[in-house]
């Protein structure tokens, strides 16, 4: 199982995904403010899930070695899900520079720009904030490329073992 090149790919899209999660993969910038504000992905419960659930899928499909179409099928799951955790991380992007959705009272503890607490929930005035991608926000790509890979060595794989089948 682990002597598999495809194995490794999916080790490291479990190790990317892991490190998606603690850190940061958008920072922005308020208005009059000299230190940037962190939009980690565990700060909003949907871009929590996904980051939780990309890693997880790929180690399910590493322990799912016999069953070779049933990696392929998890594995374009696991690609789609690393486009929505962009489609969503984009849309978080616009409320926020947008004014619509606050950042969470522990980032507004931390700015005290612009800052007005209410009793249970912390607006910002971030119209016209600056924001800014991390090197961190790659890492989905790179688990989509790292994800294709490994299905072209399963679907390799699974073409060897019918011509081995074949030729008995």
Request: positive net charge; aromatic residues 8%; proline residues 4%.
């Amino acid at each position: 199982m682990i002597q598999r090149i495809q194995t490794l790919y999916l080790l490291l899209v479990v190790i990317l995904g892991t490190l998606l999660c603690i850190f940061s993969p958008v920072e922005f910038l308020l208005p009059g403010a000299t230190d940037y504000v962190s939009l980690h992905a565990l700060d909003k419960w949907p871009l929590a899930v996904m980051s939780i659930a990309i890693p997880l899928l790929a180690l399910v499909t590493i322990g799912m070695y016999k069953r070779r179409l049933l990696q392929v099928r998890l594995n374009i799951m696991n690609v789609v899900l690393c486009l929505g955790y962009y489609a969503l991380l984009a849309l978080y992007v616009a409320y926020i520079v947008k004014g619509y959705e606050p950042l969470d009272a522990v980032n507004c503890q931390l700015s005290t720009v612009n800052c007005q607490l209410s009793t249970l929930n912390c607006q910002l005035s971030t119209v016209n904030c600056e924001w800014y991608l991390t090197m961190w926000s790659a890492i989905p790509l790179v688990n989509v490329v790292l994800t294709m890979m490994a299905t072209r060595r399963i679907l390799k794989d699974e073409a060897l073992v019918r011509a081995a089948d074949r030729l008995r």
